[in-house]
């Protein structure tokens, strides 16, 4: 009883060593709003006519970042080039979409995927 008791908490033990290991803080924050300040709330639905945009934030490192949007079209339009981004800065990328349906805003850093928002312009 006592050896099983002690398995127990071992392998306890090692499951919540591993997770809090694996629960590392993000390195990016990403998001979309339906505005395109610093003020603008992250959103999963936009009017038509509001103006959009695709907010990026490196929180360890200077980056360099591209950021893609696919339209209800299923046309994506990324940036031209990596875009340099300062550590702790917060960087919006305006989507001048007012095509009804849902968008899928894609970023990369790099080369890889770091963030994915999808919403919705409405109306």
């Known amino acids: 009883m006592k050896r099983t008791l002690m398995a127990v908490l071992a392998v306890s033990a090692l499951l919540a ?11 990016y924050t990403h998001y979309v709003a339906c505005g395109t300040t610093e003020k603008a709330k992250p959103a999963h639905s936009c009017p038509k006519k509001s103006k959009k945009g695709a907010f990026f934030r490196s929180l360890n490192a200077n980056v360099n970042y591209t950021v893609c949007v696919r339209f209800p079209t299923k046309k994506t ?11 702790g800065q917060l960087y919006v990328n305006r989507i001048t979409s ?26």
Do not use: Y
């Open 77 to 87: 339009i990324c940036t031209d080039e990596a875009q340099e981004a300062e550590q």
């Open 17 to 27: 060593l591993a997770a809090s290991a694996s629960g590392a803080a993000p390195a």
């Open 98 to 123: 007012n095509i009804p349906g849902k968008h899928r805003v894609t970023w990369f850093v790099g080369g890889k995927r770091v963030g994915v928002s999808v919403f919705r312009v409405t109306g």
